[in-house]
């Protein structure tokens, strides 16, 4: 029997603000344990929540950027369950009233463009964590206890792991993009929770799903399903049955393991939270939230496209971040060379990025300074390869492009005067290659410019050399 | 007279023109709690020596010439109140060492004028129950006769008022915690409308309808003391931002065509003899003073106890989550593991009637039982404020007994949770419906226990009940008297 996979996703986005959900402790990763904290977010007796009007905002805008209706009457509840990351033995979220709903996003995988229903994103507050070792016993930091977070949940509409990836690409595309996630996986900003079954090819009712928990990488996220699938592919052929549970993955050995059955499921007991007001957003509110959404990242790509004739290869990649696409604006903007920006950003900038590990904020070479390199080389002052030079160095000793190029002497040579004098005594100097192109053998066109470019250490114009070495040689 | 028999008013005159001093006043006060406590048991905590430093630095401060209301006025708070490096138990074996890190708001305005803190008072553990016997600190004696509890759960502001132990309490009223022991003990207690005073920093017993009020000798102190915690608080979401008025400014405009109802599912068979004595000769006072009555029906009250089992105790069930011993609080010893530690912490630390309303919440929030329990609870509690709303919109106040009976006698009703969550039924809806209430001091029983009379006012109303509990006030004796001890 064919076997076809259901993938339902939950994202957890953690949002960029800078202050706690309910009160106004910063959000600051990696401070001390337990120094970002009030009584508020320590659950101290008598002390009460109060709405981060911010967080409100950034859920508005990734409704709005996901195609979802804005909930004119929002209602907080509490989530209530024991643990010791928990202070206040509940969470505050959303229940029956979330702030958006009935969204979609459109992914593309391979060929095809597939639109995946978003059923809900609600509003909530993360719980602290436990630090376990030092001495046998276990602490609780609550610093991060009220970061705000999203929960983005989609409709059962993937279909593959591929599907999965692409769409998981796409909201943090989104999110990173308007600028209300940092995006950092590594430190848990952009999380999600997979829900995975399987059913008979041509099946119209899905099969039980085991929910995957927490899984922090795109890599991961397609190992966890996929080892998800064949396992529960395997289990009905041996005569079993997948069981409704909760399973964690382990990154190390690529594998999924059972967390807590159906049976073990807490009941959370949901109800309004009476610390909290309802909150109303006007359809006042979400047309100026509208109004200041930044450029999408398919709204950014068309543009690209017709604004700077880029073909879509290029538009695509340069789009892939926010970031990265400032960067090449810039730079196109500052030099009015789009096409030559665009090499120079997906290649020489990207790969050195890359090599060195840096991100594109923390980029030594501004978009300015790359300008001004182009405008080096389109101006014939320097060639590609003198460039690439002095990328370099002002990458790792900072300076101007052209004050480099005027200390290290590497401006381009034009003069026809400087490069026939090297063209005749390399001609002299060679006489049996004279010879042969001259019978024809034009190949050694090549090594003519060659030498002469050696000979002028790579600053003739190789334009120039071009044409005087076709001259000379003809006789 | 002696000091610790005034009022806040006029111990303000008499400080005003320094004919006393806040440090004579609060030595007088802590002398009498020292005296008096033994027997009634009215404070856990006597902050004394603390309390002479800020009698002091009061006297200080009126010697330049800055003295507000409380200016110098030796107050007690219930042990709900955080107050900043006074231990705060809320009456709970679970909180019995916690010192409070920061002070509730309502007391934050209160110090900020110069008030001077005696201690804290007793209560029912985590304010839930009616007669101040469910206290980890055990049970407070009300003072008219030591007999007979002093109503709950803020027994200990009442009781402090009536043996003179303070000048002014606060207390909170979730379903009527101030207004029964302000009646059982007679003093006045006021339970402003949802909203008016800020809740941060008083430890939740049931959010919607927690509310914090004074206990006070007379009706003037009580509009003071609303008038300097009342208004909008930026850390509680739920304080409304709305003006806070001079609530004594319409005191002297008397009561004459003032129409009162008279809701007749509160004057029902069965009240007790002398309630109903009490209740008839107040009617005719206040006609005499102008007022006109109506009668009108409140339909749904016969729900309202039910109903308020249901909501408070769910909400209860939430917010004493967070006492598990792991951040603060009490922490079972020799435990294996996380969830035996919370377990054994919550086991040891809470007494039976808060183990009781945790049940009872965490069932009508259950899954399969929130349809008709806790949602069925919110649905009648509307049908409850509609009740309120339709009355108020034929009457300017509504006048009823406070309690069925008396004070009743200690361990009386302990054994049977349902007779003890009954008397509360006069002062329930008011919680529900979120409008305020006031209970003054109208009569005396037979065996010489008093008994209040209350007024309900629309929310926001707190002038018109406080105005009308004035002049009734004055035209009767009940306040001026004083428990023998």
Known sequence: MNFQPVIGLEVHVQLKTDSKIFCGCSTRFGAEPNLNTCPVCLALPGALPVLNKKVVEFAIMAGLSTNCSISPANIFARKNYFYPDLPKGYQISQFDLPICLAGHLDITVGEQTKRIGITRIHMEEDAGKLVHG????????????????????????????DEAVAYLKKLYQIVTYLGICDGNMEEGSFRCDANVSVMPVGSSSFGTRAEIKNVNSFKFVKQAIEYEIVRQIELIEDGGKVVQETRLFDPNKGVTRSMRGKEEAHDYRYFPDPDLVPVVISSDWIERVRADLPELPEDKYSRFLTEYSLPEYDAEVLTSSRQLADYFEQCAQACTNAKSSANWVMGELTRTLNDTGTSIEQCPVSPCKLADLIKLIDGGTISGTIAKKVFEEIWKNGGEPAAVVEQQGLAQVSDTGAIEAAIDQIMAANQGQVEEYRSGKDKVFGFFVGQVMKTMKGKANPAVVNDLLKQKLAG | ????????????????????????????????????????????TVTGE????DAAAADQRIAAGDCAALTGIPVALKDIFLTKGVRTTCASRMLENFIAPYDATAWARMKGQGAVLLGKLNQDEFAMGSSCENSAFGPTRNPWNREHIPGGSSGGSAAAIAAQQAVATLGTDTGGSIRQPASHCGCVGLKPTYGRVSRYGVIAYASSL???????????????????????????????????????????????????????????????ADVQKTMDQAIARFRQLGAEFVEVSLPHTNYAVATYYLIATAEASSNLARYEGVRFGHRAEDTAGLMDLMMQSRAEGFGTEVK????????????????????????????????????????????????????????????????????????????????CGISVPAGMSGSGLPIGLQLLGRPFGEETILQAAYCFEQATEWHRAKAAI
Do not use: W
Not at chain 2, 50 to 53: F, R
């Open chain 1, 134 to 161: 030092q001495g046998g016993g276990s602490g609780v930091d609550l610093n991060r206890a009220g970061t705000p977070l999203l929960e983005v949940v989609s409709e059962p509409d993937l279909r593959s792991s």
């Open chain 2, 1 to 44: 007279m002696e000091l610790f028999e005034q009022s806040i008013h006029d111990l303000h005159q008499m400080l005003k023109k320094r004919q006393v001093s806040s440090l004579e006043i609060t030595k007088a006060l802590l002398a009498r709690i020292e005296d008096t406590d033994a027997a009634i048991n009215a404070f856990i």
């Open chain 2, 50 to 53: 603390q309390a002479l430093l």
């Open chain 2, 210 to 272: 927690d509310q914090v009020g004074p206990v006070t000798r007379d009706v003037a102190d009580a509009a003071l003391l609303l008038g300097a915690i009342a208004g909008h608080d930026p850390k509680d979401s739920t304080s409304v931002d709305c003006p806070v008025p001079d609530y004594t400014a319409g005191f002297q405009n008397g009561i004459k065509g003032l129409k009162v109802g008279l809701p007749k599912e509160y004057f029902i068979e069965g009240l007790d």
């Open chain 2, 356 to 435: 009781r309303r945790i049940m009872l919440g965490t069932y009508a929030l259950s899954s399969g039982y929130y349809d008709a329990y806790y949602l069925k609870a919110q649905k009648v509690r509307t049908l409850i404020q509609r009740d309120f709303i339709d009355a108020f919109a034929k009457v300017d106040l509504l006048l009823t007994p406070v309690a069925p009976t008396p004070a009743f006698k200690i361990g009386e009703k302990s054994s049977d949770p349902l007779q003890m969550y009954l008397s509360d039924i006069f002062t329930i809806p008011v919680n529900l419906a979120g409008i």
